[in-house]
């Protein structure tokens, strides 16, 4: 039993910075690469594709990635553990098999966790009493069942480790918590008891500060920003975490950015709500515990966790189809630019209304202006605004004729319109969001370990 490893944060979405998952195994030592790639509107996105195509619906991020860093896996023994599997985590497995059989690695074993997808259940899980209920409204999922793309439940850590106990050396996932991912491997090394809620919390602290990469090391900082160094090469978070569940937060030496305590700080803050109930399907963490100290230069020590039991409960998010929208934008220069982008919305809206267009909902933002401030942005002059419109509604050719009344607007109304490129804007499925909760006790995970 070890009783400290090192867990590197290499992904905090799909999307994020290429190049870390490299420098995290290249540039120092760790134990343990997470890569988070998952978030609610992500499983619908996969789920499309995989509709498409079967082969289809994972992280194709994740493979490039394996190109560049299972030469290290293998050659320093790092453990990969990802949730970017998303809603097709074998065929991520055989994809990943390919790419080792490319580089010439052989007994590579990689671990599929798998029973987070629940839509194919979902009719059955009605039937046997378990309603899934939308958590803010109360809606019935049913009512949106034929327009459900995706259902899953988050599962936690516990799958991940059981793969670990197998032997795996990476681990691809579906739907696994952001904070899984990290507290997965401290359980497994360190022999935590599921039930020492003290310590299932600070792994999960921990998960929760690895989960979004560089915006614990300085990225996205509301703080002193501009003397952060060499941001172009700013370096991911790792966890230094001990058997006791105290941890270091650091990152590898002479990398960019910064890790202190303002910067992780903001992360803890980060999509949190009741502070005393951060909830998981491993435990409930109380983040009004979290003790932090500077232990060194890039170098954060948390201690002090606390914790509670975990809910009978797994959340399920689940995404449906609820019609369309549209958005189009044109910038204008000064003077006036601000009146003249007004002056283009009122025309715009007064044009609509008489072709008797109407809409779920339409709303206009002026960027450059107030578009992030709103009512509190300072009155200034700019010297340009874009104007930009969007619509929603289920009527799909109300939303195709909005699209056709943006460019008339460059010779038909306010002077000196610029901006506009890509032909008309084109309708777009608007993917809603339905979270709920599920009975833990009908959900069947399953671990699959295999060599190539």
Known sequence: MKKTIRIASGQGFWGDLQSAPLQQVSRGPIDYLMMDYLAEVTMSIMQKQRMKNPNLGYAKDLIEVCEEILPYLVERGIKLITNGGGVNPLAARDKIFEVANKLGIKGLKVGVVLGDDILP????????????????????????????LSANVYTGAWPIVEALRQGAQIIVTGRTTDTGLTLAPMI???????????????????????????????????????????????GFPIIEASSDGTFVVTKHEGTGGLVSRETVSEQLLYEI???QEYITPDCVADFTSIQLEDFGPNRVRVFGITGRPNTPFFKVSASY?????????????APDAYEKAKAADAIL???????????????????????CHGPLAAPIEPNEVTMRIGVRDKNRANIERFGKEIAPLILTGPPSAT????GRPKPSDVVAYFPALLDKRVVKMRVEVSEN
């Not at 009605?126 to 019935?140: D, F, Q």
């Not at 189809?321 to 220069?333: I, K, P």
């Not at 008489?354 to 206009?364: N, P, V």
Request: charged share 25%.
């Open 188 to 234: 497994h090394e360190f022999g935590w008891k599921e039930d020492d809620w003290n310590l299932m919390s600070a792994g999960t602290v921990a998960g929760h500060i690895n989960e979004c990469g560089a915006q614990a090391s300085g990225g996205n900082f509301l703080g002193d920003w501009r003397s952060l160094p060499n941001m172009h090469d700013v």
């Open 321 to 333: 189809l609820d019609g369309f929208v549209s958005f189009g934008a044109l910038t204008y220069s």
């Open 273 to 275: 709500g009741d502070p």
């Open 419 to 422: 901006g506009f490129s890509g």
């Open 349 to 371: 809206r007064a044009r609509l209304e008489a072709l008797g267009l109407t809409f779920d909902e339409i709303r206009t933002e002026f960027v450059g202006m107030n578009a």
């Open 121 to 148: 259940d979902i009719d059955e899980l009605i039937k046997a009493g378990h309603p899934l209920k939308h958590m803010e409204t109360g809606e019935g999922i049913e009512d949106v069942r034929e327009r459900l």
